[in-house]
């Protein structure tokens, strides 16, 4: 019979964060069938799961838990991007050669790890990415979120079920104020480096009766090659989608386009066991909404700021879980679920080593009403 035990996270009372939980008494290296059907349940009850302790957990051990939520499911969740320089992406990953499911991310030098030799690891910075940034001199005591997302190809492959994260080496830990910075005044104190996550069935919860029944009905089109689509583009502020400068790279200018490769998705993803709704939309390479009666927004600004207003609320202080990592943790998270963002600025001695895994699915997500 397994041991292990589930505890739900607990928080202030003025939080409104809903989902996460620690779950004690496992080895990830030497998971049996019960132990991952204890585990699988949790995920899917509680969004996101810690295990304490997990340093050495190898490679191969994260990927193959990973790989158990979708077995049909082998590559990893971005697959290989084509014209990776012009991605976004391109700079913020490392791959494990042995490995090539899991990625390494953090910050700073590292002379040898998992085959990897004399890399250099960077810590993506809102300064790169955002429309305006926190002042040089107030760097180390400000921050942003960087990008409210969900980790997803989103062309081609589809979005990964789960994704794991292991802190390998952490910095000793200062706290930072993380600004919205989007005329609110809303902040919230920080762990340094923490990963932010917010729940997609709360920001559905939060809708009026009349978003819901939007939320439900549409769908979002996504850019082809997203990533390079958005690359010279400016984020808001609070990380939360693009501002509108026409900067985006005109697709006769993208890599070939497939237009079967095009993903048009619910807004609107259900949980596989508890049937609950998520609004679950990437804001960032979104770039039209297929409306139930066959309109079509293409507008850029217009579907930005439609999904901007459905999704805001979902972001606020009371929403935010920021997890605050310490070395071993092991954080297994539902991708289909949770919307979640880097966060901090650290100097260059400030070495951060983490293992990301996840996989694209065999199967795109369920929406509101099955087989959407």
């Known amino acids: 019979m397994s041991e292990i035990v589930v505890e739900p996270l607990t928080f202030p009372e003025k939080s409104r964060?809903?989902?996460?939980?620690?779950?004690?008494?496992?080895?990830?290296?030497?998971?049996?069938?019960?132990?991952?059907?204890?585990?699988?349940?949790?995920l899917f009850t509680h969004q996101l799961l810690v295990f304490r302790d997990q340093?050495?957990?190898?490679?191969?051990?994260?990927?193959?838990?990973?790989q158990r939520f979708d077995p049909a499911a082998t590559s990893y969740g971005h697959g290989k991007t084509i014209?990776?320089?012009?991605?976004?992406?391109?700079?913020?990953?490392k791959t494990i050669p042995h490995q090539p499911q899991v990625q390494v991310i953090g910050n700073g030098f590292v002379s040898e790890y998992e085959g990897l030799n004399d890399i250099y690891l960077?810590?993506?910075?809102?300064?790169?990415?955002?429309?305006?940034?926190v002042p040089a001199e107030e760097d180390l005591s400000f921050t942003r979120f960087y990008r409210w997302h969900i980790d997803a190809a989103l062309y081609g492959l589809a979005p990964p079920v789960v994704t794991t994260l292991l802190a390998v080496k952490v910095p000793d830990g200062r706290h930072q104020i993380c600004r919205y910075d989007d005329g609110t005044g809303d902040e919230l104190e920080v762990p340094l480096g923490t990963t932010a996550f917010v729940s997609g069935y709360s920001m559905y919860e939060l809708l009026s009766d009349a978003d819901k029944s939007f939320a439900q009905t549409t769908k979002v089109e996504y850019a082809p090659h997203p990533y390079i689509w958005i690359s010279r583009a400016k984020s808001r502020p609070d990380g939360l989608g693009m501002v509108s400068q026409g900067l985006e790279i005109?697709?006769?200018?993208?890599?070939?386009?497939?237009?079967?490769?095009?993903?048009?998705?619910?807004?609107?993803?259900?949980?596989?066991?508890?049937?609950?709704?998520?609004?679950?939309?990437?804001?960032?390479?979104?770039?039209?909404?297929?409306?139930?009666?066959?309109?079509?927004?293409?507008?850029?600004?217009?579907?930005?700021?439609?999904?901007?207003?459905?999704?805001?609320?979902?972001?606020?202080?009371r929403m935010?879980?920021?997890?605050?990592?310490?070395?071993?943790?092991?954080?297994?998270?539902?991708?289909?679920?949770?919307?979640?963002?880097?966060?901090?600025?650290?100097?260059?001695d400030e070495v951060r080593l983490f293992r990301q895994c996840n996989?694209?699915?065999?199967?795109?997500?369920?929406?509101?009403?099955l087989g959407l």
């Open 55 to 66: 340093g050495g957990t190898s490679p191969k051990a994260q990927f193959e838990l990973t």
């Open 250 to 317: 005109p697709l006769s200018e993208l890599p070939p386009v497939e237009d079967d490769m095009i993903q048009i998705l619910p807004l609107c993803w259900r949980n596989p066991v508890t049937g609950k709704l998520a609004l679950q939309v990437h804001p960032s390479p979104a770039r039209k909404l297929h409306l139930e009666n066959g309109t079509v927004i293409d507008d850029l600004v217009q579907v930005r700021e439609i999904l901007y207003r459905l999704q805001r609320p979902g972001i606020a202080p």
């Open 17 to 42: 964060v809903n989902f996460g939980a620690i779950v004690r008494n496992v080895d990830i290296e030497a998971l049996t069938d019960a132990d991952f059907s204890i585990i699988r349940d949790a």
């Open 359 to 369: 996989v694209a699915a065999s199967q795109f997500p369920e929406g509101p009403e």
């Open 83 to 93: 014209d990776a320089k012009r991605s976004i992406l391109h700079p913020d990953l």
């Open 320 to 348: 935010v879980y920021a997890h605050d990592w310490k070395e071993g943790d092991f954080v297994l998270f539902h991708n289909r679920g949770l919307l979640h963002s880097v966060v901090g600025a650290f100097t260059e």
């Open 122 to 133: 960077r810590h993506p910075h809102h300064k790169t990415f955002h429309v305006t940034s």
